[in-house]
């Protein structure tokens, strides 16, 4: 069972850059089939995908985000991490996590961490 663990700081100042890792177990982010992806909601806004990773680690971004967003993964760690660089009060919004994962048409799954709240002000 894949489990999907986010973790960073809840408060960050506008002009600085956030950073957020995701924590993987139950499977090894190399796997083929598998998308990692970061997804966020600001309040009273839609689900807005940020971008994501495959497992060889290519990684495509949201145009309207592509500029300040950076996705990388630490393979011995089983990590994945987002930078969002210069931010504002407009990036306060909670962050997921999410994965999935397909076999050739045969077999889906999602999987989904549990979000955090990340706050942009001074």
């Known amino acids: 069972q894949v489990q999907l663990q986010e973790s960073g700081p809840g408060l960050v100042k506008p002009s600085q850059t956030l950073s957020l890792t995701c924590t993987v177990s139950?499977?090894?982010?190399?796997?083929?089939?598998?998308?990692w992806s970061w997804i966020r909601q600001s309040p009273g806004k839609e689900l807005e995908w940020m971008g994501a990773i495959g497992h060889l680690g290519n990684p495509g971004y949201s145009p309207s985000l592509k500029s300040r967003t950076s996705l990388s993964r630490d393979t011995s760690k089983n990590r994945l991490t987002l930078q969002l660089s210069s931010v504002t009060p407009e990036d306060t919004a909670i962050y997921y996590c999410?994965?999935?994962?397909?076999?050739?048409?045969?077999?889906?799954?999602?999987?989904w961490g549990q979000g955090t709240q990340v706050t942009v002000s001074s």
């Open positions: 999410y994965a999935f994962y397909s076999d050739n048409g045969w077999f889906e799954k999602d999987y």
């Open positions: 139950g499977d090894v982010i190399t796997t083929a089939g598998y998308y």
